[in-house]
């Protein structure tokens, strides 16, 4: 399985908008690993996780077709995951997209926000479907089976992460959220994963409600070690970093080397 990170940054993107901090002055100037949009993953180019402000330049930086895209699935609607405008983009009057739909999966808040958006500018016109998923339950999708589990994130939705079954390979893909809640490690627990995709968007900060700081990530590898999710040769990366925490790539590459995890960066493909 081809994974493809399109952005690894948290809301504020780095460089951040407006930000003068010196983490920002120089991300923006040592260019590269450093630039980081929001955070979206793309998985065989035919299954991504979240629509964030940025996908139009994700397309054009890394040569993407949209239209191989079948399935999204939503992991909350905070506006860095979910951008519901530009899926009207598609439409037509917009766009002369191809004729199959795109299934669209998530919470019921989200999906309910992409159905108000369709509707405000003239319904879906068959190019996408939408399909709200619960907690625990398995869904089969075209182009893989997602389980949605809880997330320990905005106490006033229903966040989800997931895990992610495709061709023989697993992903935990698990974020955006703070320590996990345990009805959410007692379901993973023994669950076999070739890539855990984890957030650090605290980086040293001692702060891991709601989003996860380095000790919260050690901490999250360690049991997913002692409860044997890790199959032979398993990955586990990070992602969604903010400005905040004032860390540079090669910080961030420091820190989790010797724990054997990697770095996401802007662009970065593994093959699991
Ligand atoms: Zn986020
Ligand atoms: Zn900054
Ligand atoms: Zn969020």
């Not at 990170?5 to 590269?32: D, M, R």
């Not at 709200?132 to 089976?145: G, I, M, N």
């Not at 590898?221 to 090669?250: C, D, P, Y």
Request: aromatic share 8%; proline share 4%; with cysteine.
């Amino acid at each position: 399985m081809l994974v493809h990170f399109l952005g690894t940054a948290a809301f504020e993107g780095i460089p951040s908008l407006f930000c003068t901090c010196e983490l920002c002055v120089k991300a923006k100037a040592a260019g590269g690993k450093n630039i980081r949009t929001r955070t979206s993953v793309l998985f065989d180019n035919e299954l991504k996780v979240d629509f964030p402000p940025d996908t139009l330049l994700h397309m054009l930086r890394d040569g993407i077709d949209m239209e191989d895209m079948k399935d999204i699935i939503i992991t909350h609607t905070h506006s860095d995951h979910l951008y519901p405008d530009d899926l009207v983009a598609r439409l037509p009057g917009y766009a002369q997209a191809k004729d199959h739909t795109i299934h669209v999966y998530g919470n019921d808040a989200a999906i309910r926000i992409i159905h108000d958006t369709l509707v405000l500018n003239g319904g879906d016109h068959g190019k996408f479907e939408l399909h709200r998923v619960r907690p625990f339950e398995r869904t089969e999708l075209r182009t893989a089976v997602v389980t949605a589990l809880p997330a320990s994130h905005n106490p006033m939705e229903t966040c989800y992460v997931y895990y992610i079954e495709k061709n023989g390979k697993t992903v935990f893909y698990g974020h955006d959220s703070g320590r996990f809640p345990e009805e959410t490690w007692r379901w993973l627990e023994g669950k076999p994963v070739d890539l855990a995709i984890l957030e650090c968007t605290m980086g040293n900060i001692p702060y891991d409600v709601g989003h996860m700081n380095v000790d919260a990530v050690l901490d999250a590898q360690k049991r997913m070690a002692e409860t044997g999710m890790l199959r032979a040769g398993a990955k586990i990366a990070v992602t969604h970093f903010s400005h905040n925490a004032h860390l540079l790539h090669e910080d961030l590459t420091d820190i989790f080397a010797p724990h054997g995890i990697e770095v996401a960066f802007d662009g970065m493909r593994l093959e699991i």
